[in-house]
């Protein structure tokens, strides 16, 4: 794969595209199975118990498996996305997951108000590869922009061909027929029909018709408001399960033997202790060793009991991470030049040249990777929480060298992803325990684990090169990103002269996708830098971006939180400091502004009111999409303040909550969420661009309290003093 390409197209016909700092997508496999045939067919052979019915006609599969799509172009008929039954209920499929973002009820949302149906009778199949459209995944901001008008187009197709059924049965002219609460009713003869009478129950095999109209967001009446929380309660209750809640008849529990350190290679090992406990079978095959057993505490004891040695190798500490990152940095990618740096530079009344960096941090969701597997002779049923169903489907097949077909893949739901579960690990590795066991496997990843084991953010290291005149115009930008990632890498500042590049390197961690990707990175360093160059020149920092702007709606969403936060009569003191920062992502705009306070004896920083505002074009549901947004806030405080990862001699040091400091109760600011809702722009995604600002305003706010300018994530790990 070409690396010099900023973006990579995923697959032909999904409109998605990866940025090159997705390194887990183009990573190698993690393991390589060398089971032959003849133990594959001895392993699932006779006697294995049946639990999951998948489609057992072949001729039937391949007709499904060609009206979903297979990671091609996407199906056109209507009936592989929406089914109105004969009582009128509505069945809707996409292969998007719902990971706690809601586009559970959003998609919804835009579905019922296209058919014009109550929102009750609309149901989401999402993540099954057995039964829904091929979708790359659910990340990068795209099930909005992407999924969203898809099923509005598909809904739209649905009512005008049940406008034409109602036409024909009763003789009707078109025009005069009204779509509405589920039904078509006729005004003049004062008749009416339910969808499901005029279907029968029977499929819609037309094909989407892309002139079908489609509402304006300005007549929308379920899209744009705030409809509760589908299945709401059941999170609330309890009654929702994941997968580490999944139980089924016959289930073994397993846990994997780590090497114990990163590079380790197995020089010997001896299971004997272990296969010895009653119930217990182990798996030794290439660089993969476990267990699975009747209890997650036996199969505990078992990885306990196996005797392993192991040959390390030396590897980079956290201490030299930066060196490091710099030293094996390869060409740039795809750099972007405008105008001379040279002449920019010349036309400064001021120069400056600084370094940022941003350590890796783990996603440390509420649910580690969690997988259970069965078999059913040579095929193959995972239930999973990830954000591509499809491409862990995908990794199963190349791992166990089957064709895609006989692959099932389900997301039931996840205790959160972050971009953190795109990958199919724990689904491997239950899989090749289920297959030799001829029973069903879930293994559920430790904290540890996770914390170990998964990718991380990655870290990075930015050099920039500025020059500004002394009314504040902005006439050289040269910037170099080491390894972060090109997310969110150009800016938006007017600025004539330009050179960015991002230089990919070697890590010493694995790394991949996390929220928003090198976005958030590439903010904190670019907006930093943005308020040395408006200090440089004794500039108010609002008034510095307004006059280097020309996007209209930049402009718009800093005013707007400038605004509600009150920023022209703030003045700061040595122990309270007030930031901002702008940005965008994806489509959409954010700005920040922050009032930090600083403790004078401790140093401690405290973030005690945030004002974010955000524009993503047209609002599909305003509330939902304001608690989106204010999480994102707490999570990227997180990073902003004290998340790193520590590690040296290739193991990570702080592998734990009691270690690895995440957001509290206490550390929540009063947050203030502007949302400016464009109904003449298309919605863009929400779930990742208002994470970008937190962690650059914060910086500003304490170098605005304190004069103490912090260039490096996270800002105050040990308290304001050690790290400034």
Not at 21 to 26: A, S
Not at 537 to 561: G, S, T
């Amino acid at each position: 794969m070409n690396r010099k390409n900023t973006e990579l197209i995923l697959n032909p016909g999904d409109g998605v595209t990866l940025e090159p700092e997705r390194y887990e997508l183009l990573a190698e496999p993690l393991y390589t199975f060398d089971l032959s045939r003849r133990d594959f067919l001895k392993f699932t052979g006779g006697g294995i118990l049946v639990l999951l019915a998948l489609p057992a006609a072949e001729a039937a599969e391949a007709a499904r498996e060609r009206r979903r799509g297979s990671g091609g172009e996407l199906p056109r008929d209507i009936a592989a996305w929406l089914r109105i039954d004969e009582q009128g209920a509505v069945t809707v499929h996409t292969g998007k997951v719902e990971m706690g973002q809601n586009i559970r009820t959003s998609l919804t949302q835009t579905v019922a108000e296209e058919l014009r149906v109550p929102v009750e009778a609309v149901t989401l199949v999402m993540g099954d590869t057995g039964l829904t459209p091929y979708d790359a995944g659910t990340f990068g901001s795209q099930t909005t922009p992407i999924m969203a008008p898809r099923l509005r187009r598909v809904a739209a197709t649905a009512r005008e061909i049940l406008l034409d059924l109602a036409a024909e049965k009763w003789q009707v002219s078109r025009d005069s027929l009204k779509a509405a609460e589920g039904q078509v009713t006729h005004p003049e003869s004062n008749r009416s029909i339910g969808y499901g009478a005029l279907t029968r129950g029977e499929e819609i095999t037309k094909t989407i018709d892309d002139n079908a109209p489609l509402t304006p967001a300005e007549q929308w009446h379920i899209a744009g408001t705030s409809v509760p929380k589908i299945g709401g309660r059941d999170f609330v209750t309890g009654k929702q399960t994941f997968v580490s809640d999944m139980k089924l008849p016959g289930m073994l529990h397993a846990k994997i033997l780590r090497p114990p350190a990163f590079g380790a290679e197995l020089a010997s090992l001896d299971t004997q202790k272990a296969e010895a406990l009653p119930g217990v079978i182990v798996v030794h095959d290439g660089n993969f060793v476990g267990v699975a057993a009747p209890s997650e505490e036996t199969a505990a004891r078992a990885v306990r009991d196996i005797q392993a040695d192991w040959k390390t190798t030396p590897q980079p500490s956290r201490a030299e991470l930066f060196e490091h990152l710099k030293k094996h940095a390869s060409g740039g990618n795809s750099p972007f030049t405008a105008g001379s740096i040279a002449d920019g530079l010349a036309a400064a009344d001021q120069q400056l040249h600084q370094t940022y960096t941003v350590d890796y941090i783990a996603h440390a969701p509420l649910e580690p990777r969690a997988a259970l597997a069965v078999w059913e002779g040579e095929k193959l049923t995972v239930w999973t929480g990830t954000q591509r169903p499809f491409g862990v489907r995908s990794e199963l097949a190349r791992a166990f060298n089957l064709p895609e077909e006989r692959v099932r893949v389900i997301m039931p739901g996840t205790g959160s992803g972050y971009g953190g579960k795109h990958t199919g690990d724990a689904a491997i590795e239950a899989a090749r325990l289920a297959r030799a066991a001829g029973k069903p496997v879930k293994l559920v990843w430790t904290r540890e684990e996770e914390f170990t084991w998964a990718y991380f953010r990655p870290a990075g290291v930015f050099e920039i090169q500025g020059g500004v005149k002394a009314d504040g115009t902005v006439t050289a930008w040269e910037y170099h990103n080491y390894n972060s990632g090109a997310a969110a890498i150009r800016t938006m500042y007017g600025i004539p002269n330009q050179h960015i590049e991002f230089h990919p390197t070697g890590s010493p961690l694995r790394q991949g996708s996390y929220r928003a990707l090198a976005a958030t990175a590439n903010h904190f360093a670019r907006e930093c830098f943005m308020d040395e160059l408006a200090h440089a020149v004794n500039m108010d920092p609002l008034a510095f971006r307004l006059k280097n702007l020309q996007d209209e709606r930049f402009i718009n969403v800093l005013k707007a939180a400038a605004e509600r936060f009150g920023w022209n009569g703030k003045k700061s003191t040595p122990e309270r400091g007030y930031g901002l920062a702008g940005g965008f992502e994806k489509g959409s705009y954010v700005a920040t502004c922050v009032e930090a306070a600083i403790d004078p004896g401790s140093g401690e920083v405290r973030v005690v009111h945030v004002v974010e505002a955000f524009e993503c074009g047209a609002v599909i549901n305003p509330k939902h999409l304001e608690n989106q947004v204010e999480g994102m806030i707490m999570m990227g405080l997180g990073g902003a303040l004290f998340e790193f990862i520590d590690f040296a001699d290739g193991q990570i040091l702080n592998p734990r909550f009691s270690r690895y400091r995440v957001p509290r109760f206490d550390d929540v600011p009063v947050i203030e969420t502007v949302l400016l809702d464009r109904k003449d722009l298309p919605s863009a995604g929400g779930g990742e661009t208002p994470i970008v600002g937190i962690a650059p305003a914060i910086g500003n706010a304490i170098f605005n309290a304190t004069g103490k300018r912090l260039r490096a994530l996270p800002l105050v790990p040990e308290g304001l003093k050690a790290a400034g």
